[in-house]
């Protein structure tokens, strides 16, 4: 079973590891399967005998969330990328 620390530190070597638009690319797609996981979460009908599912779709929401978030964190503390700038003239 693993624990948050090991699954906070996995995730931050893993988002070190890639190119930003790579990083872009896995924030892109952790929102996209937050969405669902949320969507999930709130298509599980109320009731006593459904307490596990929605145990179960929450930590899927808090984790997606968690992943997504240091995926952003990642991205934010990169430089920008730097343009050159061009300047034309008539003559």
Excluded: K
Excluded at 16 to 43: F, K, M, P, V
Excluded at 61 to 88: D, H, K, N, Q, S
């Amino acid at each position: 079973m693993y624990y948050l620390g090991q699954t906070i530190s996995e995730t931050q070597r893993h988002a070190e590891s890639l190119c930003t638009d790579l990083l872009r690319n896995e924030i892109h797609q952790c929102l996209h399967s937050l969405d669902a996981a949320i969507d999930r979460l709130y298509g599980i009908a109320p009731g006593a005998g459904n307490a596990e599912a929605v145990f179960n779709a929450a930590g899927d929401v808090i984790g997606i969330a968690l992943m997504t978030a240091l995926y952003l964190r990642e991205l934010t503390i990169r430089p920008a990328p730097r343009f050159t700038r061009v300047r034309l003239s008539a003559n």
